[in-house]
């Protein structure tokens, strides 16, 4: 039986209706999902989100994420290893330029199935800061063409900050649950991490992120991803 037409929020918050197959913006759960659209040769889309209480020593951050009917991570046209797609930023005052805190996400790049791109993916954890350099943290399958087109993930990231400047033992732990697996499987486990507050004594915690965003390997055509249930919590106690 055929629902009807579902509303759909873009990232500019315009409403849309869905259209007809193939692309189909039905929601994860209830009516309504975020539709995050890379118009062909477009790079950049983001949602933003700020926290009203950044006084934490971590954070919670989980959404749904539908991988598009017709996902196809492409090579970085001015070729090299540019091809790094983002997927997550938190960061504590200023989101470029040094404050004194770290900057921590996940990104994602293109990945060979039997020796050959065929526009799979695999992601990857990234932590910035002054006492480490960004370099890519880790290599966990991310999107597999064509087996995942269409499929609903859940990811569920908890960072925590250092205890104290110098104590290097903050951490990023990444878990991940396809819509048809009953567990959670943990992709990343960074332990002891060099993970800082900013240096302003209003920010004591992360400010603001965003999901998705920056495309350095633009998709050839329209390209939507969805995403629901998005929860974020703070981390309270050690």
């Known amino acids: 039986m055929d629902p009807g037409p579902r509303a759909v929020f873009s990232q ?49 951050v989980a959404w749904d994420m539908r991988v598009p009917l017709n996902y196809f991570h492409n090579q970085n046209p001015s070729g090299g290893v540019g091809d790094n797609q983002k997927l997550l930023r938190l960061w504590t005052d200023k989101y470029s330029g040094s404050d004194g805190g770290s900057k921590v996400g996940l ?28 370099g890519d943290k880790g290599n966990v399958r991310f999107i597999t063409v064509p087996d995942d087109l269409g499929k609903w993930m859940r990811l569920v990231v908890k960072v925590k900050f250092q205890s104290a400047p110098g104590a290097g033992n903050g951490s990023l732990e990444v878990w991940r649950k396809w819509e048809d697996q009953a567990e959670f499987t943990k992709d990343f486990e960074y332990l002891n991490q060099p993970i800082t507050t900013s240096n302003s004594k209003d920010i004591t915690g992360f400010a603001a992120g965003y999901l998705l965003g920056y495309a350095n390997a633009p998709y050839t055509v329209d390209t939507d991803f969805l995403i629901d249930n998005f929860e974020i919590a703070a981390l309270k106690e050690q």
Request: glycine content about 10%; aromatic content about 16%; proline content about 6%.
């Open 12 to 60: 500019d918050q315009v409403i849309d209706v869905r259209p007809d197959e193939p692309r189909n913006w039905t929601a994860k759960d209830g009516d309504l999902s975020v539709k995050y659209t890379y118009p062909a040769g477009s790079s950049w889309v983001e949602q933003r989100f700020k926290l009203a209480d950044p006084g934490m020593i971590g954070l919670w």
């Open 107 to 134: 990104s994602f790049r293109r990945s060979k199935d039997n020796g050959e791109y065929r526009g799979s993916s695999y992601y990857f954890a990234k932590i910035f800061g002054p006492e480490t350099n960004g």
